[in-house]
């Protein structure tokens, strides 16, 4: 698996111990992450994981933000503003069945256009939770770490150490 990761910084805690308690019970089940923004997550379509050659994702919940508490790979990434209508349907069916407080595919949150959908497997709640400030930035001077006070937005990132 590559270097770089991406970390998105504030997921609700009921979408990820729902996605890995499905995902426990059928690892192979590939389910879905929606994050609430209308801009592209560019370089992670650059990178364009694949099951093969997955992206690492790092997560901190709405309730701790300075705090990366959980992990998965990104196996594909689509813009949902492009999707066909029978694979928005196929993906919304199995999002409400599989995920059901998601609700389904939605394409805007809070006023906002959401545009990525992001393919995940292994989520899980990390044994041992590291701090925001352990990642080093690829190319912003906006960190991540520090007092946040508001979920939303992704870094590239590596870990240290």
């Keep these: 698996m590559r270097e770089e990761a991406l970390f998105i910084n504030g997921v609700f805690e009921v979408v990820l111990s729902d996605i890995a308690r499905v995902q426990e019970q059928v690892p192979e089940q590939i389910l879905y992450l929606q994050p609430y923004s209308a801009n592209r997550i560019v ?38 503003t492009l999707l066909a209508d029978d694979a928005k349907k196929w993906i919304d069916a199995v999002i409400r069945e599989l995920q059901p407080k998601e609700g389904g595919v939605y394409m805007t949150a809070n006023g906002r256009e959401c545009r990525n959908l992001l393919s995940v497997r292994a989520v899980s709640r990390l044994e041992e939770p590291f701090p925001v400030a352990d990642f080093r ?3 912003t001077s906006d960190h991540p770490a520090g007092p946040r006070q508001t979920s939303g937005n992704w870094w590239y990132v590596q870990r240290r150490g």
């Design 137 to 139: 930035l690829l190319d």
């Design 43 to 80: 370089r992670l379509y650059q990178w364009n994981p694949t099951l093969e050659d997955p992206v690492r994702l790092y997560i901190s919940t709405s309730d701790s933000l300075d705090t990366v508490s959980y992990a998965a790979d990104i196996v594909a990434v689509r813009d949902k």
